[in-house]
């Protein structure tokens, strides 16, 4: 069954650095999310994203935040600036439909 | 209000019980509606997508009430596997923004 990867598993990075978390959704999907998890709380939507350009965002989406389908296979969200409050789950999403979501295992981003 | 509300719970039933869940929802999240499953630690998985007219997955039945603005899902016969938090999540317009809410812990005990 086709799935969802994500890499890496665990990042963890010094506050200030940026980071690049990578996501390749299932092959014949076109569209993708970007899902934020801090441990103990709800899954936060970050960004939508089709047809090569992002569909929504949320608040929380502000500009430290990019996404890019460089290729055809990989969807990769960067984080510019890394904040302590950005240590997180990051979970990556893709849709058939725009309605059902299919998610990657997450990446676990620890920002010190 | 919140978008997407749910009781966190626990839950705390025996194995073989009948469990309900209910998720209420504001309009900004009114669309399309589904209850999805976490384990501790893991991806959200999709359990079921949610109709008006109410739909079922083997011990799984999920119904949409949009004069009362609440979704709901009903587990019968629950099984230890069924011990998990349930999501309820909305989506507006185009399915583009997806509201979650913050889950319904269940635990089946044997």
């Known amino acids: 069954e086709p799935e969802v990867t994500q890499t890496p598993s665990h990042q963890v990075t010094q506050m200030g650095q940026e980071v690049i978390l990578r996501c390749v959704p299932i092959s014949n999907h076109l569209y993708f999310y970007w899902y934020r998890q801090i441990l103990g709380q709800k899954v936060e939507f970050l960004v939508s994203?089709?047809?090569?350009?992002?569909?929504?965002k949320s608040e929380i989406f502000d500009d430290q935040f990019s996404v890019e389908r460089p290729d055809g296979s990989n969807f990769t969200l960067k984080i510019r600036s890394t904040k302590l409050e950005d240590s997180a789950m990051y979970f990556c999403?893709?849709?058939?439909?725009?309605?059902?979501?299919?998610f990657g295992p997450g990446t676990r981003l620890t920002v010190t | 209000r919140k978008e997407v509300e749910q009781d966190p719970g626990p839950f705390n039933v025996p194995e073989g019980a009948t469990v309900a869940f209910n998720c209420t929802y504001s309009n900004s999240a009114s669309q399309s509606f589904f209850w999805y499953r976490q384990d501790c630690r893991k991806e959200p998985k999709l359990l079921m997508s949610?109709?008006?007219s109410g739909n079922e997955d083997g011990r799984f039945t999920a119904q949409l009430n949009r004069a009362s603005q609440y979704i709901s899902l009903l587990i019968r016969d629950s099984k230890l596997s069924d011990s998990a938090t349930y999501l309820c999540v909305g989506a507006g317009t185009g399915g583009f923004k997806t509201i979650f809410g913050a889950g319904t812990r269940l635990f089946v005990k044997a």
């Open positions: 999403a893709s849709s058939p439909s725009s309605y059902e979501q299919y």
């Open positions: 949610v109709y008006s």
């Open positions: 994203f089709y047809n090569n350009e992002i569909s929504e």
